[in-house]
């Protein structure tokens, strides 16, 4: 299937910590991550620097494209805690986790997704990949780009989304790094079923 026909292309990348818990985006996916790929960039937090920031605004077609919402380590630049991102017939939640406890909880997450009412909720903070469905609706994180240590796992897999949207349907592509093999895992999932 060619790209076009999978719809818009929305790059979900957080929990990166550059510099303060990892140097570096892995090569692998640095080889993939190339300007002009995809139609927006979401970013649930935790960039860690203003160069990481500046770095996935060239991602997209334009830096407005690049919506993101702030982490406990972004002390830089001027982020809201929660964002919505409209991506076709998609209502994109955004926030970081931090703010919802227990951290991951789905119920705590679906209070957020009600509050902002929106047909999916991107969120970070346990550094774990994850597409969860609850109450009708979807749930993802992104896990962390760098494999980036957390307070709950220091063996982390790096990984991130890329997710098409076309109408109310999505393809999840997962993209990780084990044992410094480039893996990738595609979900189909339809916002309205």
Known sequence: MAANQLGEFALI????????????VADQFKELLLPGKMQHVLCPGNMGSKEVQEWLESLGPAKSQMHAVKGEFDDFGNFPETKVVKIGNVKVGLIHGHQVTPWGDLEALAAVQRKLDCDILVH?????????????KYFLNPGSATGAYSAL?????????LMAV?????????YMIINDELKIDRIDLDTKK
Request: no cysteine; charged share 15%.
């Open 153 to 161: 796992n220091s063996n982390v897999v790096p990984s991130f989304i």
């Open 124 to 136: 970070g903070q346990t550094h774990e990949f994850g597409v969860q469905k609850y109450d009708g």
């Open 13 to 24: 990348i957080g929990d990166i910590h550059i510099p303060q818990r990892a140097h570096a």
């Open 166 to 174: 076309q109408g109310d349907s999505l393809s999840i592509f997962n």
